[in-house]
């Protein structure tokens, strides 16, 4: 179990990375994978790039989840061929991930989170600030959890 204080320390530096510019995903896979064994940061960002703005900006799967179960895939991912077993713990651990993102923020759908929206300064605004809530409580969910 991880401890809280060291949970808020992750959540705030995937925080700090969104504010770089990073993507969601980016943010909260990066401030962790060292914990999981994944020590290359650059490797972690090159690996996470893709799945930012709901995969690809597409608006689909919120990236910051994605983070999360990338996370979860070093924690409890399969890596025995032709095991249905190790497939299935693997799968529900990402379900109960997404089920706690879920009772938190409504959905895990990139486009749900941010309907209603607008453009314009003020909507980058209003997007930035609420991505960057679930990007610290992805990090939070997942290491709770770890």
Do not use: W
Not at 24 to 29: D, Y
Not at 58 to 86: S, Y
């Amino acid at each position: 179990m991880v401890n809280p204080v060291e949970i808020e320390e992750r959540a705030q530096a995937a925080v700090r990375l969104f504010s770089m510019g990073y993507n969601c995903s980016q943010a909260v896979f990066a401030a962790c994978a060292d914990m999981y064994g994944l020590y290359d940061k650059e490797i972690a960002l090159r690996v996470s790039a893709s799945f930012g703005g709901g995969i690809g900006r597409m608006h689909k799967t919120c990236g910051a989840a994605c983070g999360m179960f990338m996370l979860e895939g070093l924690n409890t991912g399969n890596a025995i061929p032709n095991n249905p077993a190790g497939k299935m713990q693997n799968y529900a651990r990402v379900q109960m991930l997404a089920g706690d993102f879920r009772k938190k923020f409504g959905s895990t759908t990139c486009a749900t989170l941010l309907a209603g929206i607008g453009r314009g300064a003020d909507g980058d605004n209003m997007r930035k600030s609420k991505c960057s809530d679930m990007v610290a409580e992805a990090v939070r969910i997942a290491l709770s959890h770890k």
